[in-house]
């Protein structure tokens, strides 16, 4: 099969990833292997090919990990997928099932899961290797393209949005407008809140209007920042924007008592107690999470704004993902 293999970090301009033939994976038990349909371009793919996170426990190593395509062979002890069927796989290869995290309902915070594009090859090919417990049928209404940043982006952002606590009691302010930022903004908007989104391009700011934010503010802008936060609306505030001053801003921004969710890592700096406000992370999500994701995209609630581009051409989209260049999502077609 072809894939795009990643065998030593680099950075992304350098072309990194290298367009070859590799072994066609073959399902072991309670595995299935599928036919790579669309997989999305994650920031954090970019961060494991660029050694950001260190060295990849596995090279060569095939990234990816937000991935649909069509059962094409299943190992033993799977019942619950059929050749033929069109499933989406998550970050999360697998996860034990017996500890602490996983039976209180946190498995996707599992230390003991595989990860795709990281442990385990992930969907930069043709075909790919999941397991049957951590995949998902996908609802025949949402295209291929639109399906596979549900997985991750997706997920992640209906986590975030439910642990803002967003509601019709109060604003939400949603920092990066990206492939996680304009999925959060739809969900905030279905659960009934206002919606403000802050990013520094004008480019992502429209698509923040576009996907029915009521406003969309620059960051850099210290008097509407100024003016939005004496209206005291803001009740919580999600970043996604990876950086410490967007985080700042959003402490700043979000009124005494409320929320602010992390779905990136950053320095904390400025927290100021006497604002009482809560910190929260979180992490993708579980997959009861992702099934009422694809529950509500099926029905067309939340849609997904990206663009297909060539398996080979996964070094380009990289490089416009690290340019900010990318609306929504870019999705990899084999
Ligand atoms: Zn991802
Ligand atoms: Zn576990």
């Given at each position: 099969m072809k894939a795009m293999v990643l065998h030593r970090n680099a950075l992304a301009e350098s072309g990194p990833l290298t367009y070859e033939d590799a072994e066609k994976p073959s399902p072991g038990y309670g595995e299935v292997v599928m036919s790579v349909l669309s997989c999305g371009v994650c920031r954090s793919n970019l961060q494991v090919i660029e050694g950001e996170r260190g060295?990849?426990?596995?090279?060569p190593l095939i990234p990816g990990h937000e991935v649909v395509g069509i059962v094409e062979s299943v190992g033993p002890g799977v019942s619950s997928l059929m050749v033929g069927d069109r499933v989406g796989a998550q970050?999360?290869?697998?996860?034990?099932?017996?500890?602490r995290l996983c039976i209180s309902g946190m498995?996707?915070?599992?230390?003991r899961s595989g990860r795709l594009g990281w442990s385990v090859d992930g969907g930069y090919a043709q075909y790919m290797k999941g397991k049957a417990s951590h995949l998902h049928k996908v609802p025949d209404s949402i295209g291929d393209l639109e399906a596979a940043p549900l997985f991750c982006p997706g997920v992640t952002a209906y986590r975030a949005v439910i642990a803002s606590g967003a509601s019709p009691a109060s604003a939400v302010a949603v920092f990066g407008i990206g492939g996680v930022g304009h999925f959060a903004i739809q969900f905030a908007r279905l659960f009934g809140a206002r919606v403000i989104g802050v990013s520094r391009g004008a480019q992502h700011r429209k698509l923040a209007l576009e996907m029915g934010a009521d406003e969309a503010i620059d960051p850099s802008d210290s008097e509407a920042l100024l003016e939005l936060s004496r209206?005291?609306?803001?009740g919580s505030s999600i970043v996604f924007a990876p950086s410490d001053d967007s985080i700042e801003k959003a402490m700043a921004l979000t009124r005494r008592g409320g929320t602010i969710v992390l779905g990136v890592d950053g320095n904390?700096?400025?927290?100021?107690?006497?604002?009482?406000q809560t910190l929260k992370a979180t992490l993708v999500g579980t997959r009861k999470e992702i099934e009422e994701v694809l529950e509500i995209a099926g029905k067309g609630l939340v849609k997904t704004r990206a663009r297909a581009m060539k398996l080979e051409d996964a070094n380009e989209a990289l490089c416009s993902l690290k340019e900010n260049k990318v609306e929504g999502r870019i999705v990899l077609e084999p």
């Open positions: 060295k990849p426990p596995k090279l970050p999360q290869y697998d996860s034990c099932g017996s500890c498995e996707n915070l599992c230390q209206r005291e609306e803001i904390i700096s400025n927290y100021r107690f006497m604002k009482g």
